[in-house]
């Protein structure tokens, strides 16, 4: 049972870009959490999703940064026109159901913004 | 609002005992967990505690609740250069689904 997958591992964009950081949930996981690790800090949540859902996305920046998971696929956490501060480890989590006895994370995509 | 506190850095000698401390301000909180992250790598789970529990071993580790003081510790026995981490406690209040994580406290081992 393969882990968490999260692709891909390095991603370095331009300002102004767009960022597209995919996350593939454990077998069976219908619910994935992204959190980001902002250099020297501890792992902020940032958004709640289900199949086809977005149940809590209150730690997501209100701009330029959208995440969806769709029925079919992978999560895809989307940040257009990338600047410097978004530069950041991004993690994702997935879990069989909502109840949380432990989350299971994947290896992350460390971004970074030219 | 929620809030968990670490200490930056502790360093100890190889074969010796590590206790990494957390502090927690959510009186409601349900798990409380311990990740490792190694350089470069995504967390692992290495232990966690429910909040009506004081003690939890497994192996080499010792986790240690004291819910009136609002304190988690994690003991690593034997320490070895291979534990060189950094260590992040979280909590969770049941119901929710956030984590709350610490800053995280980097372990160097010296051999």
């Known amino acids: 049972n393969a882990g968490v997958m999260q692709n891909p591992r390095h991603l370095v964009r331009r300002r102004g870009q767009e960022a597209r950081l995919r996350c593939s949930p454990m077998k069976g996981h219908s619910h994935v959490y992204w959190y980001r690790q902002l250099p020297e800090e501890g792992l902020k949540f940032m958004v709640y999703l289900q199949k086809e859902n977005i149940i809590d996305e209150s730690g997501m920046p209100k701009e330029r940064f959208s995440a969806e998971f769709p029925k079919e696929g992978p999560s895809i956490l989307r940040i257009q026109q990338v600047v410097r501060g978004d530069s950041a480890a991004y993690f994702c989590?997935?879990?069989?159901?909502?109840?949380?006895?432990?989350?299971?994370f994947g290896s992350g995509t460390q971004l970074s913004v030219l | 609002g929620e809030d968990v506190e670490q200490s930056l850095f502790l360093s100890v000698r190889e074969g010796d005992s590590s206790v990494i401390n957390c502090t927690y301000t959510?009186?409601?909180?349900?798990?409380l967990y311990w990740y490792k992250q190694e350089p470069g790598a995504g967390l692992q789970l290495l232990t966690y505690?429910?909040?009506?529990?004081d003690m939890k071993q497994d192996q080499r580790l010792t986790v240690l609740l004291n819910k009136k003081d609002k304190h988690l510790s994690l003991r690593i026995a034997d320490t070895q250069t291979g534990d060189s981490a950094i260590y992040f406690c979280?909590?969770?209040?049941?119901?929710?689904?956030?984590?709350?994580f610490g800053t995280g406290t980097r372990l160097k081992v010296l051999a």
């Open positions: 989590a997935s879990s069989p159901t909502g109840d949380l006895e432990k989350l299971f």
């Open positions: 505690i429910f909040s009506n529990m």
């Open positions: 959510d009186s409601s909180s349900t798990y």
């Open positions: 979280a909590e969770v209040t049941s119901g929710t689904y956030k984590y709350i």
